[in-house]
């Protein structure tokens, strides 16, 4: 549960003023290219990375960087209270225990039990590290679901790390390397996940040309399972060799190589040889092959943790978890100064078996869920998402009346299905063992196959690892592995031990888990949902689900257990509806010209001055500093038995030798001195030189009385430059269109509950207005009906005329809305307003760098979207003055402040004072005032700016 306390902190600093990647999130968002599951776990990364130092999530908690409970507020005895106001690791531990679980439960009553009792008893900061099993370094887990992009996920982070590290490349909080961990030692599993990083696209997440320039810096490597080898060295150790290759740049960064955990790192981990050379020969073969290979797993785990500013990504992070073997190699790498950090992924947060933890002598309470999990996204979520809808059915019946059932329902649902890229439905049958798929679970499928008129041959496909009595077809590998492809005319397929983790097949629609170990008893829910891959759009498609009773109860308590969830909520679970609506441009109808404005650019000149004129005439007049005197003091076992004296005379004489004297001087300038240049006042150089020595016969020695350092240090200052930055403001002129008219697509599914203003009913009547156009009456006449007290005549044609640039206007709250509507019902008597939503950043060009003045400095505060425009024209139909408003929840309003300040005190002021008039102006609405105060304060500004009244 400490994700909750993470999530709740981490919202609070994305809403702040002192976010600094406020702009990336908007950035990643506005590209749709990312799930929301993702973009979720982003946000806590950048959180943890940035805000929280990359630290070890213990020390976070210990510190007290997470807290928030307000003491105060809390019934607890005195002594209690006074623990928690001085101890903040005993606070994290009391907000731990007393959050909240997903049933709404408190997580650990007895914990809180016990710091009410004895809060003197319990080691607090002990008790957090324990939880987080002593680690050490940074070991975050990401718990998202099959299906939601954990390897596009692991891409997103490896990018952002070295964009971030390409900026301060001294930071050690952002990695420079990385080594994936995927789950099976098998091609099928390892090479679809290094195909996947290669093929992510950096611009869903970073614009160009960074976005460019990181993807040229990866470099890849897929680390492979070694043979034997007659010999064990670097050179013939071809994973060895290839990771010390990177190694040998002092400055590598942009490495990721991909391997798998058990069959590479964890080779021989457990071996200890200690064999003298001498004696190698005289061993058996199978003990020298041994040995040799044991050696080459060492020397392969020795390379790797040279790497610089390692990370390490774990997919399914759960299995090494569990095995302790992997935590100790890690372990062993971070006694590297330059270790980065860990990443788990899995789709489960929950520990099988649980953990027990101590908290008093006579208290240890159990953990089921990995107290490293930062990101927790509910496979609830993902259906209809990203996942495929599913039907679970399950019945008490044996093995062969559940495939028949299953199967029968299948082609029933989905005989005819084939996606849009061109494969077909399929349907996975799990066997215990080769001999009950061979004999049992095969003919059935056969026989029901010939029931429904489909060729078994062509459309079954049995894949097993075979034995002595049932051996694989040859072309079995190669058609499992190209299954979801349109070529593959398979729809059933086989399986024994295969299909677990790490298989991908999207065009897998149905599993049957007839047999109660059809699969491992720990892997019922994994299984099931290896048909939940979506294939084009997870609304729309569903999968079947088939099990026998034990595998239905299973999976019912794993979906407790891990997902807080029941069989029947997962199985039967109700999408929000869809609906279909048309858009429409009407910038024709309007003629709505582009807006002209000037954009506020920040120049940061460099400006290089000599730090020295005459640098010849500087070294002909140098004259050596003498050095500080340094005293001596000998002192007895009495202090006022105390001694001193001069130092001189004590320092050893080191050689003079004015080639090497002059090597040192362009040696310490790292870099920024040459020889050449340096060679250029040789004569100058060798007075100086002559000035700093003692000659003693045909000996020369340094002047211990002269500070040499500070000879050297003099001589390198004289040639540097000083640099001072010009900083100049340039307003840049801009045209920017309201609509992107080539973004508007029509028609579009969106949710029911999503707003958009007008309805599908209104629109249709405005654009049938544009088309069908009807007499307006005069402003005389209009004023003649109203004196007398007639009725208007309908005016929602005027308004539209002047509103609705676009149509529908896709809105994001409800405040937004109402103010939309009570504006353009305002807006009914005021015929030369114009009214627009401006806040769909996809859709808009008109947008406002932002920064914000620190002292005399500007940063950069990125480009601000406001969510209205209220303008008057000119009689040429040019843009006269404009009113731009922004809208703001109370929740949010600290986070615009900055901008809200250079809207009010910057932008308006310069543009106004270069077109040469108040043209522009700006105004805030927040949801703390009512919706007449917000309709008065808008028409104040409309009668006082845009209608000078």
């Not at 609070?12 to 600094?20: D, G, K, M």
């Not at 002594?79 to 531990?93: G, Q």
């Not at 007393?98 to 008790?127: F, L, Q, R």
Request: with cysteine; glycine share 4%; proline share 4%.
């Amino acid at each position: 549960m400490f994700y909750k306390i993470i999530e709740r902190k981490r919202d609070e600093w994305l809403n702040s003023p002192c976010c600094v990647v406020s702009d990336l999130i908007s950035y990643i968002e506005r590209q749709h290219k990312m799930r929301d599951a993702q973009i979720e776990s982003i946000k806590t990364y950048l959180f943890l990375k940035i805000e929280c130092k990359n630290q070890p999530l213990w020390e976070l908690f210990a510190s007290g960087k997470f807290n928030s409970t307000n003491v105060d507020d809390l019934e607890v005895n005195r002594a209690t209270r006074e623990i928690l106001e001085v101890n903040p690791a005993a606070l994290a531990l009391w907000e731990y225990a007393s959050i909240s679980d997903e049933n709404g439960n408190v997580n650990s009553p007895k914990i809180v039990a016990a710091i009410k009792k004895a809060p003197d008893s319990i080691d607090y900061t002990g008790v957090i590290k324990e939880l987080f099993f002593n680690v050490t370094y940074p070991d975050y887990l990401f718990s998202i679901p099959m299906g939601a992009g954990k390897t596009y996920l692991m891409a997103a982070l490896i990018y952002l790390n070295l964009y971030f590290a390409l900026a301060e490349p001294d930071n050690p909080i952002f990695a420079h390397n990385f080594i994936l961990f995927v789950p099976s030692g098998l091609k099928s599993s390892i090479v679809p996940s290094l195909r996947d990083i290669q093929n992510f696209n950096p611009l869903w997440i970073l614009p160009d040309p960074v976005a460019s320039n990181l993807k040229s810096l990866i470099q890849y490597e897929w680390l492979q399972e070694s043979s034997s080898a007659s010999k064990s060295n670097i050179v013939k150790n071809p994973n060895a060799r290839k990771i010390s290759m990177h190694t040998a740049n002092p400055n590598l960064m942009g490495l990721v190589a991909v391997t798998n955990a058990e069959k590479v790192i964890l080779d021989r981990v457990d071996n200890n040889f200690s064999i003298d050379e001498s004696l190698l020969k005289s061993l058996p073969e199978d003990e020298r092959k041994e040995y040799e290979a044991t050696r080459q797993a060492n020397e392969l785990r020795e390379q790797i943790g040279k790497i610089p500013g390692l990370c390490v990504l774990i997919d399914e992070v759960h299995h090494a978890s569990d095995d302790q073997k992997l935590r100790k190699v890690v372990n062993k790498w971070t006694e590297q100064s330059n270790f980065n950090s860990v990443l788990g992924f899995s789709g489960t947060p929950n520990m099988d078996p649980a953990s027990r933890i101590k908290i008093t002598d006579e208290l240890s309470v159990k953990c089921t869920q990995y107290a490293n999990v930062v990101t927790y996204y509910p496979l609830i979520n993902g259906i209809g998402n990203f996942l495929k809808i599913p039907t679970v059915r399950h019945a008490n019946l044996n093995s062969t009346e559940i495939i028949s059932r299953g199967l029968r329902e299948f082609f029933d649902k989905y005989a005819e299905t084939v996606y849009s890229n061109g494969t077909s439905a399929k349907v996975a049958i799990y066997a215990p063992k080769i001999k009950d798929l061979e004999e049992d679970i095969y003919p059935t499928a056969c026989a029901i196959c010939a029931e429904l008129g489909i060729n078994p041959t062509e459309s079954i496909l049995k894949y097993h690892k075979g034995n002595s009595d049932y051996q694989i077809d040859e072309d079995a590998q190669f058609e499992f592995s190209t299954l979801d492809s349109p070529t593959s005319k398979k729809r059933i397929i086989l399986l024994v031990g295969i299909g677990r983790e790490g298989w991908n097949c999207k065009s897998l629609t149905g599993v049957i888990l007839s047999q109660r170990n059809s699969c491992p008893q720990n892997m019922v829910l994994q299984i099931s949902c290896r048909c939940l891959r979506e294939v084009d759009n997870a609304r729309k498609e569903t999968a079947l689900i088939w099990l026998n009773k034990f595998n239905a109860d299973k999976l019912n308590q794993q979906l407790q257990e891990q997902q807080y969830t029941t069989i029947t909520e997962f199985g039967g679970k109700k999408l929000d509806d869809l609906v279909t609506l048309n858009r429409y441009s009407r910038m024709e109808q309007l003629k709505l010209p582009p807006i002209d404005y000037y954009q506020i650019n920040i120049n940061y000149n460099t400006i290089e001055t000599a730090q020295i004129t005459d640098i010849g005439d500087y070294l002909r007049t140098y004259q050596p500093p003498v050095s500080d005197t340094t005293v001596i003091y000998t002192q007895g076992f009495d202090p006022a038995d105390t001694a001193s004296e001069s130092a001189v005379g004590y320092d050893y004489a080191e050689s003079a030798n004015y080639r090497l004297w002059f090597d040192s001087i362009v040696k310490e300038s790292l870099g920024l001195l040459d020889i050449e240049t340096l060679t250029r006042y040789e004569a100058e150089l060798k007075s100086i030189f002559n000035k700093i020595i003692v000659v003693n016969g045909d000996t020369a020695v340094y002047n211990n009385d002269l500070n040499q350092a500070k000879v050297r240090s003099d001589i390198r200052n004289c040639f540097a430059t000083r640099r001072r930055f010009n900083i100049s403001e340039e307003l840049m002129p801009e045209k920017a269109s309201l609509l992107k008219v080539n973004a508007l697509k029509s028609p579009i599914e969106v949710s029911k509950s999503a707003i958009y203003s007008p309805s599908q009913k209104k629109v249709a009547e405005i654009i049938n207005q544009d088309s069908n156009p009807v007499e307006t009456i005069s402003e005389e006449v209009r004023r003649y009906l109203i004196e007398h007290g007639s009725p208007l005549p309908d005016v929602e044609k005027s308004v539209n005329d002047r509103t609705y640039h676009y149509l529908p206007y896709h809105l994001d709250s409800s405040l937004e809305d109402d103010y939309l509507n009570s504006i353009i019902g305002y807006l009914k008597s005021k015929e030369s307003v114009e009214f627009y939503f401006n806040g769909d950043d996809t859709l808009t060009d008109f947008c406002i760098r932002c920064y914000t003045k620190r002292g005399k400095v500007w940063k950069l505060d990125g480009n601000y979207y406001p969510d209205f425009l209220m303008l008057t024209r000119n009689s040429d139909n040019t843009i006269n003055k404009v009113i731009i408003i922004e809208t703001k929840g109370e929740g949010f309003a600290g986070k615009f402040v900055p901008r809200k300040q250079f809207m009010e005190e910057s932008f308006i002021k310069l543009n106004n004072d270069k077109i040469g008039y108040p043209r522009f102006d700006f105004l805030y609405i927040e949801d703390t005032l009512t919706k007449e105060e917000r309709l008065q304060k808008t028409i104040n500004k409309i009668n006082t700016f845009l209608l000078n009244e």
